[in-house]
Nanobody
Framework: VQLVESGGGSVQAGGSLRLSCAAS????????MGWYRRAPGKQRELVAT???????EYADSVKGRFTISRDNANNTVHLQMDSLKPEDTAVYYC?????????????????WGQGTQVTVSS
């Protein structure tokens, strides 16, 4: 099982980017999925999460600007980022709590993507 992010890049302040993350491999089920970020010199922080029933939660710093969504049929999660600010510059990581096929009795396992760079210039 692996999580593969796409969609990072560079944009000017006020612009938009859309990140996507696809979970691949033999998967029994996926519970919560989410996005975290690590800015230079800072610790990794939560950006947004979404439950299997598509209930979202957001960090205060991105509320009203970012939208998280998921496609359960394709095991993907997206992060639409609008009104980007220079302080949103970070490496963004996809995260998922999932049960690989054959491990249904083990409970969920937490997986991370490799990260994708988002750079917002002023």
């Amino acid at each position: 099982v692996q999580l593969v992010e796409s969609g990072g890049g560079s944009v000017q302040a006020g612009g938009s980017l859309r990140l996507s993350c696809a979970a691949s491999g033999s998967i029994f089920s996926i519970n919560a999925m989410g996005w975290y970020r690590r800015a230079p010199g800072k610790q990794r922080e939560l950006v947004a999460t979404i439950t299997s029933g598509s209930t979202p939660e957001y960090a205060d710093s991105v509320k009203g600007r970012f939208t998280i969504s998921r496609d359960n049929a394709n095991n993907t999660v997206h992060l639409q980022m609008d009104s980007l600010k220079p302080e949103d510059t970070a490496v963004y990581y996809c995260n998922a709590d999932l049960i690989p096929s054959g491990y249904a009795n083990w409970g969920t396992i937490n997986y991370w993507g490799q990260g994708t760079q988002v750079t917002v210039s002023s």
